[in-house]
């Protein structure tokens, strides 16, 4: 038995071994044919771990032909790439894998980009970061194609399982293994997407099963033991985690319950509670807003709460706040109407504070014209309080109307007032 992992054996040698990732080098794609007939684009590859970023890389070489260098762009330093460099001008062209390329420093950078510009090194970056932010933009420029991949189907993991399982040469073909399909599509489904991970299991679960009449023997107690948390990764500041955080508050605001509490779940089982406590607080206040006022309040209990009682508990108190704020009024106007202004001050669009509203609280305030504020409290309005005719805004700015009521919820009453409000001042 070879003594390398059952995952790297079956790295696949050629392109038309690739499994999954069809739309980026399915046969019908533009990449595989350019492959196919000898053109290789320099490109990053984007991911998370385990679906094929790597595969991709050492099968187009294997199609190709071109020499093949990998570096780990974590370790290598400025001579390895010089050692590229050097192998150009023996063969004319090579194909350089970095993987983790975000990490390359600008001194690699520098030194490699010309090469990759002149076309003798073919550059395959591979991350599992979002390259738009991570990888320097020098870089990206020189790279024809930016592929972002996906999880594998379960279908494309059971295909592979049933591959590795039956090739003797690479796989676990010579070893007489017993199992059924059904566990070989329940493997595949608790690999989550991830092809390696899904051929590490099996490799695993076989070498953890009692030999009976010669054979491996596979149970399903064998493969529960071994498959634990199946959909956690632990990048837990990495692009996926941001993108879960992104997809909850936009499920909450599509008042999506259960998608809400799956994006929920799978942030808490990161163990990052501060990071989802912060966007829950945010989500309260950016879109449920002025339409439910007591809901900022109710999250920021919750997020107390969660905060008191730690995790696993902290979950208790997170899905009532969740649950309550995707079946809330929803309102996004308060903060709408503030960055109006923002917008406006950054553009230079001020004026004057008017005279009346300046501080009076000092003597010689009156020499300067600060006066003639009237006090709202003097003058009653039914149940509202008290309101009086006067301007507030600068003299050049009164007409402005950065508020848009929305007709929501809580909201409603407040924008009748508002309009209301509006019309005394015209009158």
Known sequence: MNGEPLAYRMRPTNIDEIVGQKEIIGKHTSLYKMIKN???PSMLLYGEPGIGKTSIAYSIAGTTKIPFIA??????????????VDETRLTGKVILFLDEIHRFNKAQQDYLLP??????????????????????????????????????STEDLQLLLERALHDEKKGLGKLPIQISSEQIQKIAFGSNGDAR???????SIVFASTKENGSFMIKDETINNIIDRVGVYGD???SNFYNLLSSLQKSIRGSDVDAALYYLGHLLETGDLTAVNRRLLVTAYEDIGLANTSVGNNVLSAVTASERLGLPEARIPLSVAVIEMCLSSKSNSAYKALDRVIEEIRTGNVGEIP???????YAGSKVLGHEGYKYPHD???GTFGGWVQQDYLPNNLKEKNYYKPIEAGEEKRLAAIYHKLQQFKKS
Do not use: M, W
């Open 38 to 40: 000898g053109y290789v």
């Open 71 to 84: 570096l780990n762009a974590t370790t290598a330093g400025k001579k390895d790439v010089e050692a590229v």
């Open 115 to 152: 090469h990759v510009e002149r076309g003798d090194i073919i550059l395959i970056g591979a991350t599992t970061e979002n390259p738009f932010h991570d990888v320097n933009p020098a870089i990206r420029s020189r790279c024809g194609q930016i592929k972002q991949l996906t999880r594998l």
């Open 197 to 203: 991970r899904s051929l590490t299991l099996l490799e």
């Open 236 to 238: 837990k500041k990495g």
């Open 355 to 361: 005279k009346h509203l300046r501080d009076g609280h």
């Open 379 to 381: 003058y009653p309005l």
